[in-house]
């Protein structure tokens, strides 16, 4: 078991169970066989082994969540697809709640841990605007900070208050907020004409 994608995959999985805090490098040296010398040697520090954990589930869970999103073509579809993907997640048997916003709160202010973190919710803030622009290229960036806190707050609501349905209330607001703007666009433009009869003189 020696190889770096077994230690970072055994490494992962501790890390998102019990807390990056709470797991040691003695830990991860008894769960993979690897000798903490091999273990500094190739990734420097326990630092460097929970950037590396965060950078491979970034890609991962932004890999998966796209792909729920790509199963709808209709852009309000794809919207809401975001919110069927975390309640799938919620209600798996391995979910820990977000794994970066429990880095950030463990890690020291400026670690590499916090930054990667950090860059993850940005990660998932550009694609949840990006899905938002094309429903609505005038107003989506609003709607998509609406949405982002909703998907946020479901994500704490199901791990933190022990909700797992914490999805499927998010959606339904989700989607309150996105049907006015199917409204609207759907709303023919008015104009400033004015109504009087034709041939008739409008008082100013």
Not at 93 to 116: K, L, N, T, V
Not at 119 to 136: P, Q, S, T
Request: charged residues 25%; glycine residues 8%; proline residues 4%.
């Amino acid at each position: 078991m020696s190889s770096s994608v077994d230690v970072l995959d055994i490494a992962s999985q501790l890390f998102y169970q019990e807390g990056i805090q709470h797991v040691g490098m003695d830990r991860i040296r008894d769960a993979t066989g690897v000798s903490l010398k091999a273990l500094y040697r190739q990734f420097g520090s326990k630092e460097g082994l929970i950037e590396a954990y965060l950078l491979r589930r970034d890609e991962r869970w932004l890999g998966w969540l796209a792909e729920h999103i790509r199963t709808q073509s209709v852009p309000r579809a794809r919207l809401l697809a975001i919110f069927d993907a975390l309640d799938e997640w919620f209600h798996g048997a391995d979910f820990a709640g977000c794994a970066f916003i429990r880095a950030y709160a463990e890690s020291p202010e400026g670690s590499a841990a916090q930054i990667a973190a950090a860059n993850h919710k940005e990660r998932l803030a550009a694609l949840v605007r990006g899905e938002a622009l094309a429903y609505d290229p005038a107003r989506g960036e609003e709607l998509a900070e609406q949405l982002l806190l909703l998907i946020e707050g479901a994500m704490v609501r199901a791990h933190v208050g022990r909700q797992p349905h914490a999805a499927r209330t998010a959606k339904a607001a989700a989607a309150v907020l996105i049907e006015p703007w199917a409204r609207d666009r759907q709303r023919p433009a008015t104009t400033d004409e004015p109504t009087g009869r034709p041939g008739s003189r409008e008082e100013s």
